[in-house]
């Protein structure tokens, strides 16, 4: 019987404090070394604008450069909005992609490596189903994490995100099996659309959530269902 567990990334396997506005705040400094703007200021801007904002709409021709080129012209007209100039806010904008990558903005949970590694041993097909930027692949090779999974599905190189149907359906398809377990941190995106694609569903993370089959404050408890497996 094949078994396949989804896991979402950032929140689930890693955690990151104030990742993308942290990151633009970074490149802003790196151009304007004596910038007055602060993190509460760009966060106001990075609570919209992302893909993963708006799933209900159609992106399927935003994948790869073309959801940088998006994602870069929400970040510039975010500095013009916050008083940066314009040849100042086109320097930083370019900045952004390679702090993004960085390992050191994201930090493993403690408990991710023996969860994962049990599971495998147990015989579950892990993949990560992320609404991410196109190179979080690359973001888990510095991790040195990419070896613990089967695949790796973005949904900046699909095109749509979750919890749109379609992104898991495409997630599915390329992973045929019997049982199907969606792993995150979001009620919405991973809970719901877990749910709606007949998958079970586990909370991690973020307290309890009705819509959720299993809620758990961390990862190695999620092993507990799977006892016999």
Request: charged share 30%.
């Amino acid at each position: 019987m094949n078994k396949v567990i989804f896991w979402d990334f950032d929140g689930t396997v890693v955690y990151s404090t104030h990742l993308w506005s942290s990151s633009v705040l970074r490149a802003l400094k790196d151009t304007e070394l004596e910038t007055l703007i602060e993190l509460e200021g760009i966060r106001k801007y990075m609570a919209f604008g992302f893909t993963w904002h708006t799933p209900e709409e159609d992106y399927s021709s935003l994948t790869g450069e073309k959801w940088w080129e998006f994602m870069n012209n929400h970040i510039y007209e975010s500095y013009i909005n916050l008083g940066v100039d314009r040849k100042t806010a086109k320097k930083a904008t370019l900045k952004v992609r390679n702090i993004i990558k960085e390992k050191r903005n994201y930090t493993l949970y403690d408990d991710f490596e023996y969860t994962v590694t049990e599971l495998k041993k147990r015989g579950f097909i892990n993949v990560i189903l992320s609404n991410n930027h196109p190179e979080l692949e690359e973001v888990m090779d510095k991790l040195q994490i990419t070896k613990y999974f089967d695949g790796i599905i973005v949904s900046a190189l699909e095109g749509y995100d979750k919890p749109r149907k379609e992104l898991f359906e495409i997630a599915k398809s390329r992973y045929p099996a019997d049982e199907y377990y969606m792993i995150g941190d979001s009620g919405n995106a991973d809970i719901i659309g877990g749910n709606n694609a007949g998958m079970k569903t586990i909370l991690v993370h973020n307290g309890y959530n009705e819509n959720a089959d299993y809620c758990f404050n961390d990862l190695k408890s999620v092993l507990t269902i799977f006892r016999n497996a």
